[in-house]
């Protein structure tokens, strides 16, 4: 079974730093998408950041693009989401989440975690405060 578990979350001051680790188990594909989405009450899940294990840049929110840094650790199957100059704007509940990459793709990186066998953490709170 297929398990990602977030930490990091709190509470901190706009122009902080907080690091996400998100940590995977009984995942087996060989190539694969890691993202971070963000949601608030209400609304739909925002994509954040997402990494290919089978290398390339990273992809990121405009929103977040020089501010956040997604990377992968393969060995531990963990990733982390380093998230520097935060805003209140990114306050909402932060998800993992993970899905094989597939072999041919046109569309959004984001919607490769909208298909049924995408996986999801349970979440870590991130409250910014200005």
């Known amino acids: 079974q297929v398990q990602l578990v977030e930490s990091g979350g709190g509470s901190v001051q706009a122009g902080g730093s907080l690091r996400l680790s998100c940590a995977a188990s009984?995942?087996?594909?060989?190539?694969?998408?890691m993202g971070w989405f963000r949601q608030v009450p209400g609304k739909e899940r925002e994509g954040v950041a997402a990494?290919?294990?089978?290398?390339?840049?990273?992809y990121y929110a405009d929103s977040v693009k020089g501010r956040f840094a997604i990377s992968q650790r393969n060995a531990e199957n963990t990733v982390y989401l380093q998230m520097n100059r935060l805003k209140p704007e990114d306050t909402g509940m932060y998800y993992c989440?993970?899905?094989?990459?597939?072999?041919?793709?046109?569309?959004?990186?984001?919607?490769?975690?909208?298909?049924?066998?995408?996986?999801w953490g349970q979440g870590t709170q991130v409250t910014v405060s200005s």
């Open positions: 989440a993970a899905v094989e990459a597939p072999a041919w793709w046109s569309g959004s990186w984001t919607d490769l975690f909208k298909r049924s066998e995408a996986y």
């Open positions: 990494i290919y294990s089978g290398g390339g840049n990273p």
């Open positions: 009984g995942y087996t594909a060989s190539r694969n998408y």
